[in-house]
């Protein structure tokens, strides 16, 4: 009997941990980090999201933007959490940008994440003044040629994948021209393009969308194999310009490497079925975002021929 009883408790004891942690699991409230200011589109996404997740998980997200250094600080801080499904990373497309072009990080991308979804994709748009004399990006690349360096371009930051879309054109069709990093949104780089002071920016199109629609702005191409849906009379560049040339960036949730499997098909369901949800998906593909969702198998994939496709131009990023 006693052998029973030990038997039984020491059995107990064994499956205790499994049990609280299934308890811990989630834990109210969750945080949500990404490496952005507030208002920024990794914001806006995690704030029209959380509200659904809220509802379908019971518990409360707390936005964290930890904006700095062009999303290292934010990686950097989430890679060395407990991997305990508490906490998720809304990672962008940008940090297989910044993995790929600097040796320096304290963190790896494939070994110290886990991921869980794909939630958004996004095209970037080449965008003029009103009263720029480019009509088109064949006009705007074919003075590029003639003048080698001359014309310039702004995007938000060295290493940016706004950067990166651009020196890929750029290589592809061996024209030269000068880069002009911006920090913050998108009113200084504006007013430089109205001013006549910058002849071209590469912005998102949920940045740009406002200033498109009021004619502040001119859209001379879109950087995705296709048109963009919201905008089909401007072209792609692929179409005529560099056939083949598709540069789409993603936001994607992330938790700190060794997510317990069943947590890690969890949260991929809870961000499948918020994303499905009419309000969720109608306001996000308003804001320029293609909705489809992918598995964690996909998602990886994905960063890994991202990080194949930008460490050829590591050059481009230390010369800046």
């Known amino acids: 009997m006693r052998r029973r009883t030990f038997i039984a408790s020491t059995m107990a004891g064994l499956s205790a941990p499994a049990i609280v942690r299934a308890q811990a699991f989630p834990a109210n409230p969750v945080r949500l980090i990404h490496g952005y200011d507030a208002g920024s589109n990794p914001d806006t996404i995690a704030r029209h999201l959380s509200p659904a997740m809220t509802e379908i998980m019971g518990v ?10 062009a999303e290292r600080l ?5 890679a060395r959490l407990k991997p305990d499904g508490n906490v998720l990373y809304l990672m962008t497309g940008g940090q297989a940008v910044v993995s ?17 979804s794909i939630v958004t994709r996004f095209p970037f748009v080449f965008t003029v003044a009103p009263e720029s004399p480019f009509r088109t ?14 014309l310039t371009y702004g995007t938000s930051g060295v290493g940016s994948t706004l950067h990166m879309a651009m020196e890929l054109l750029l290589s592809k069709l061996d024209i030269k021209m000068t880069h002009v990093p911006y920090k913050g949104g998108l009113g ?21 969308q406002p200033f498109l629609k009021a004619q502040k702005l001119r859209a001379l191409a879109v950087t995705s194999k296709e048109r963009h849906p919201g905008f089909p009379d401007v072209p792609s560049i692929a179409e005529k310009i560099s056939p ?10 992330t938790a700190p490497a060794g997510l317990p499997s069943e947590v890690r098909t969890r949260w991929y369901e809870v961000f499948r079925e918020a994303m499905a949800r009419p309000a969720v998906k109608s306001k996000l593909e308003e804001l320029g975002n293609d909705t489809r969702v992918s598995t964690p198998a996909e998602f990886r994939a994905r960063v890994d021929a991202d990080l194949s496709r930008w460490r050829p131009l590591a050059h481009v990023v230390s010369q800046s």
Request: aromatic share 12%; charged share 25%.
């Open 244 to 253: 083949g040339y598709d540069v789409v960036s993603w936001l994607g949730f």
């Open 137 to 150: 990006m064949e006009a705007y690349l074919d003075e590029a040629r003639r003048q080698p360096g001359k």
């Open 100 to 116: 790929a072009t600097d040796r320096s990080l304290s963190y790896d991308l494939l070994r110290d994440f886990d991921f869980i």
């Open 188 to 208: 200084t780089p504006y007013n430089d393009l109205i001013g006549g002071r910058l002849d071209m920016h590469v912005v998102t199109f949920s940045n740009a």
């Open 60 to 69: 409360q997200f707390v936005i964290e933007p930890k904006p700095g250094a």
């Open 74 to 78: 934010a990686a950097a801080q989430v």
